[in-house]
């Protein structure tokens, strides 16, 4: 039993995480597996910021193969998918979950956030019967072992990453639309995407002080601020500021060079992560990002006010590091600590880039792992489960 419709419903909370998965799942289901696919978004803005031809005044579109619709209330009358998809606990309309009950035959999954600790395993899959209608959701977790749903990707991501990583044309159109020629090949190239980080200084300092030119390629975000404000301090080199908020300014201290980006549509930022020898990244999508990338990164997850973000970093940091050797684990957990904490991160850096050899091996190796866990497929081949044994309970009724 094949489901060829899905319903997936997303609550933009973060500003691009939970629209950025949702937003490449549904493209994935609809344009690899031939579903027909509608994506009910709350913020059509931030929709509209990974996606140029959304048109966020507007209720209902098509966009790449998907219907995107504005989730409004009162929420409209709608005949439910056969798939049915909350994304990150979101709470479906009341309404709907009604008419999910009465026709039956849905399957209702709530996609969770990515974790690597263990008690995901034991979770992943798991019934949640509705408290007063003949309706069960089940539990998907993604995740980096054969225990969980596994992650996003693309079938062609590899092939269209390893075409870039091969083809000097291919880069040196990259770099030229952002403005700028190729980078020389002795310079380190950096993407930094992350939230505000008082640690933002003393990385600076280091990539500013040390023997190797660095070119930071910064995308438009939260981190902005900081950014601005280490130029302006005393002493600091002003000659080449740009407005942060304008076109690709350059900003320079020393061997460091800073180029502002404008925001990048979710095709275009994979492009930013390939062309970069260390990628610092943020939040869930674009971690997951930089692994299918098969760099050294270096992440910052989102932090929480209880404190159990830095759980589910150990979590992963475990995992990650496994194979490494000690040296090389080391300067992981350093740098990341340190970049979380917002502490200490420069000296960090600098025992993270000796081991740079070792973690891009490690990179590559780690990606083609992960890539053997492909969350559009398990999804599916789960929901299909699902549904054939939810019609064999009808039938027996």
């Not at 509705?130 to 998907?140: A, G, I, K």
């Amino acid at each position: 039993m094949r489901n060829e419709s899905c319903d997936i419903f997303c609550n933009v909370v973060d500003n691009y995480g939970d629209i950025g998965v949702c937003w490449r799942l549904a493209r994935q289901l609809a344009n690899e597996h031939g579903l027909a696919v509608r994506l009910w978004v709350d913020d059509l803005g931030s929709m509209a910021r990974l996606c140029p031809e959304t048109d966020a005044a507007r209720d209902i579109q098509q966009c790449r193969g998907v219907e995107v619709r504005r989730w409004i209330k009162p929420f409209p009358e709608v005949q439910p998918a056969g798939l049915v998809i909350e994304a990150f606990a979101c709470k479906l309309p009341q309404g709907y979950i009604e008419a999910v009950a009465a026709q039956q035959r849905s399957v209702w999954i709530n996609l969770e956030y990515l974790s690597a600790e263990d008690w995901v395993h034991g979770c992943h899959g798991l019934p949640s019967p509705h408290p007063s209608l003949p309706l069960t959701r089940h539990f998907f977790f993604p995740g980096f072992t054969s225990q969980t749903g596994g992650l996003l990707l693309e079938r062609d991501l590899f092939t269209r990453r390893d075409a870039f990583q091969n083809d000097t044309v291919q880069q040196q159109a990259f770099w030229q639309s952002f403005g700028m020629d190729m980078p020389s090949a002795e310079t380190l190239k950096i993407s930094l995407f992350g939230y505000e980080n008082d640690a933002l200084h003393d990385l600076f300092d280091a990539w500013a002080s040390g023997a190797q030119p660095v070119l930071c390629l910064v995308p438009e975000g939260r981190i902005l601020p900081q950014v601005k404000r280490y130029f302006e301090d005393a002493g600091r080199d002003s000659s080449r500021h740009g407005d942060c908020v304008g076109m690709n300014p350059d900003l320079q201290s020393c061997n460091l060079l800073v180029r502002v980006q404008p925001f990048v549509e979710q095709e275009r930022y994979d492009e930013l992560l390939w062309a970069c020898d260390v990628n610092f990244v943020r939040g869930e999508d674009s971690c997951v990002r930089a692994q299918w990338a098969a760099k050294p990164f270096v992440w910052q997850i989102y932090p929480q006010h209880d404190a159990v973000h830095w759980g589910k970093l150990q979590a992963f940091l475990n995992l990650y590091c496994a194979p490494l050797s000690s040296s090389a684990s080391e300067a992981v957990h350093g740098l990341w600590k340190a970049w979380n904490q917002e502490n200490g991160a420069g000296q960090a850096w600098s025992v993270f880039i000796e081991m740079r050899g070792e973690l891009e091996l490690h990179a590559q190796h780690w990606a083609r792992q992960l890539a053997a866990n492909n969350l559009a497929l398990n999804l599916l081949d789960f929901s299909q489960k699902i549904g054939r044994m939810r019609a064999l309970e009808i039938e027996g009724q």
